[in-house]
């Protein structure tokens, strides 16, 4: 969720007044939603922010932008939450979305970055289209990861009946490699692992199939505030239709749906970066286009 860079206004005719000690009740009101709750003496902007997030953050929409208004008794109205305003007494708050959609900007950088691999095993080679490209893709996904200090997460849908990753495809360095019966990668272990690294802003997601595993992978990151980067040189289904009818109705929820050259070229960023000849020399040894970018 985003909200407004500052808050404007002026303190005058305010719905708090001082005082001080502990805890301060707070109505937090949002939609038609009204909760009453309590936050420290002395709060400001940022903790508001965090608490309408704990009270609200499955209704809220990420990609919108809002602004915090505080009830002011001298106006009889809300009133945009005064610059450097801090909680004082008790006081009535809301969380108002603006009109206009954000657009999601999609940039990266390594630091905030993960690479998510999804269920790139042997049982699915005879019946995924395109996989042998989709293998090699991912493959250079992953070194160019390993070049970059990208921590990766791989899953591996039911091993026991669908086998292990394919051999082609280097785990080494990875952080996670776990089964699952689950469809979404979203499981608890990959939660915590991603809360223990700082600074997590995107994903990039990659795998099979896109209209089932990687379709609700995605959907549940965004819906956790993550930004998702689905590469599609790197993705496929059984049906080239399904895989087409996946990545339309994910980039209209604002998931960017991209590909490998673009991923590595923008985490790299200059031809200065010291790791710039090898992601080139990476790129220009791919294979060439299979035609599966066509199908998108």
């Keep these: 969720?985003?909200?407004?860079?500052?808050?404007?206004?002026?303190?005058?005719?305010?719905?708090?007044?001082?005082?001080?000690?502990?805890?301060?009740?707070?109505?937090?009101?949002?939609?038609?939603?009204?909760?009453?709750?309590?936050?420290?003496?002395?709060?400001?902007?940022?903790?508001?922010?965090?608490?309408?997030?704990?009270?609200?953050?499955?209704?809220?929409?990420?990609?919108?932008?809002?602004?915090?208004?505080?009830?002011?008794?001298?106006?009889s109205q809300y009133i945009d939450l005064p610059k450097g305003f801090l909680v004082s007494e008790r006081c009535k708050v809301r969380l108002v979305p603006l009109q206009i959609q954000m657009t999601t900007l999609g940039n990266l950088t390594p630091s905030s970055t993960v690479f998510f691999c999804c269920d790139m095993q042997e049982r699915f080679r005879p019946a995924i289209k395109y996989f042998g490209d989709i293998i090699s893709v991912g493959q250079r996904l992953l070194q160019g990861a390993r070049l970059l200090g990208i921590p990766v997460i791989v899953t591996e849908q039911y091993p026991k009946g669908l086998g292990?990753?394919?051999?082609?495809?280097?785990?080494?360095?990875?952080?996670?490699?776990?089964?699952?019966?689950?469809?979404?990668?979203v499981l608890p272990e990959v939660e915590a692992a991603l809360a223990e690294i700082p600074g997590v802003r995107s994903i990039v997601l990659f795998g099979v199939e896109t209209h089932v595993c990687i379709q609700q992978t995605a959907l549940e990151l965004v819906g956790r505030g993550l930004e998702v980067h689905i590469v599609a040189d790197a993705t496929s289904s059984r049906s080239m239709m399904d895989r087409m009818f996946a990545l339309e109705r994910l980039a209209r929820t604002g998931i960017i749906v991209t590909t490998s050259e673009a991923i590595l070229l923008q985490?790299?960023?200059?031809?200065?970066?010291?790791?710039?000849?090898?992601?080139?020399?990476l790129i220009k040894a791919s294979a060439p286009e299979s035609g599966l970018l066509s199908k998108v």
């Excluded at 508001?48 to 106006?75: C, N, T």
């Excluded at 985490?267 to 020399?281: G, R, S, T, Y």
Aim: proline share 8%.
């Design 1 to 75: 969720m985003a909200a407004a860079a500052e808050p404007v206004g002026a303190p005058a005719g305010g719905g708090c007044s001082p005082a001080g000690g502990g805890p301060v009740p707070v109505l937090f009101c949002f939609s038609v939603f009204a909760r009453p709750s309590s936050v420290p003496h002395g709060a400001g902007y940022e903790l508001l922010i965090q608490k309408f997030l704990s009270l609200y953050g499955d209704q809220i929409d990420i990609h919108r932008k809002f602004v915090v208004q505080l009830f002011s008794e001298e106006w």
């Design 164 to 185: 292990s990753t394919v051999q082609e495809i280097d785990l080494t360095g990875a952080k996670l490699v776990l089964p699952k019966t689950k469809f979404s990668m």
């Design 267 to 281: 985490l790299v960023a200059d031809k200065e970066h010291p790791k710039f000849k090898e992601i080139q020399n």
